[in-house]
Structure formats: structure tokens, C-alpha cells
């Protein structure tokens, strides 16, 4: 499985971002969609997950701001960033996991400064 991440970008506390992950090869492998994030000096955390039953899950300090989701039909998983804070500033991953093995896509950078 190959990933591919886009959509980072410098914003403005406040503002929104929307990423995008497109996968490719054995996709129908696939059984959780992540975003994860790493910041400098900072562990990488997962900041949201969907399953192919549509079940999402969220790191508590993004709840109600970010939202996931997933176009299936093009292997397309998204991570709408609204209410963007400076906390929030990272590289972002896109990740995927199958049965026995875990993806990871290059990261795409986010930047939340005034």
C-alpha cells in the first residue's frame, strides 16, 4: 500500500485546512484510515482514525473541530481541520492499517501562526 498525503499549508489561528490521503496498491487490505501528527520535541500521536465500517475516533484536544472521512470508492481518507490553534501546528501523516501490517505516507506540514 502506497500513500500519499496533501493539503498542508501555513494558516492563521482560527482558519481551516482540509488534508487528504490517497491510497494506492493493496487497498482492499485496508482496514483503519489515520492522521497522525508530529510536532518538534514531540511524540507522534494519532489525531483521528476511521474504519471501513465508517467508526471514527478522535484525539480528545481535536474533538469537535477536526472531522474525518472517506471516499471509498477512490481510497481517499480526509481530515478537515477547522478552528485551527497553534497547538495544532505539526507534521501530519496519513497512516493505514491492515490486518498484519501499518502504512505510512510522507508527511505534510502544518503551520498555525499569526
Known amino acids: 500500500v502506497q500513500l500519499q498525503a496533501s493539503g498542508g499549508g501555513l494558516v492563521q489561528p482560527g482558519e481551516s485546512l482540509r488534508l487528504s490521503c490517497v491510497a494506492s496498491g493493496n487497498t482492499i487490505s485496508i482496514i483503519y484510515m489515520d492522521w497522525y501528527r508530529q510536532a518538534p520535541g514531540k511524540e507522534r500521536e494519532m489525531v483521528a482514525r476511521i474504519d471501513t465500517h465508517d467508526t471514527t475516533n478522535y484525539l480528545d484536544s481535536v474533538k469537535d473541530r477536526f472531522t474525518i472521512s472517506r471516499d471509498n470508492a477512490k481510497y481517499t481518507w480526509n481530515l478537515e481541520m477547522n478552528s485551527l490553534k497553534p497547538d495544532d501546528a505539526a507534521v501530519y501523516y496519513c497512516?493505514?492499517?491492515?490486518?498484519?501490517?501499518?502504512?505510512w505516507g510522507l508527511g505534510t506540514q502544518v503551520t498555525v501562526s499569526s
Open positions: 497512516s493505514a492499517r491492515s490486518r498484519n501490517s501499518r502504512y
